[in-house]
């Protein structure tokens, strides 16, 4: 059973805009359950490297560069997890994956080694 879907990658140039979407498994990660949810992004040759995440009470936290331009959020609905990212840079390229788990409980919030669930991955490439 898939848990997590993303979709939303494409080609854009340095300054634009992408919104990734994350399509969750309601009967796991619902807003009833405590959970956390977060992107991450991997280059060739590197370990996937935390992005941004979602707690289910609303709190969330930025890897550095991302701080300030990007934006992740849930629309607890539909159960879909958002990556709106803007004034995007040619380091932002690369595969991004939507992770989870639950319960989310006091482990990192941006270490790939604590999320168990994992998308498939959408492509972003970024161009000067």
């Known amino acids: 059973q898939v848990q997590l879907a993303e979709s939303g990658g494409g080609s854009v140039q340095a300054g634009e805009s992408l919104r990734l979407s994350c399509e969750a498994s309601a009967y796991r990660y619902s807003e009833k359950h405590d959970n956390c949810m977060a992107w991450f992004r991997q280059t060739p040759g590197k370990k996937r490297e935390g992005i941004a995440s979602?707690?289910?009470?609303?709190?969330?936290n930025y890897r550095g560069s991302a701080k300030g331009r990007f934006t992740i959020s849930k629309d607890n609905d539909k159960n879909i997890l958002y990556l709106q990212m803007n004034d995007l840079k040619p380091e932002d390229t690369g595969m991004y994956y939507c992770?989870?788990?639950?319960?989310?409980?006091?482990?990192?919030?941006?270490?790939?080694?604590?999320?168990?669930?994992w998308g498939q991955g959408t492509q972003v490439t970024v161009s000067p």
């Open positions: 979602l707690e289910s009470d609303g709190d969330t």
């Open positions: 992770a989870a788990r639950r319960p989310c409980g006091g482990l990192p919030f941006l270490d790939e080694d604590e999320y168990p669930d």
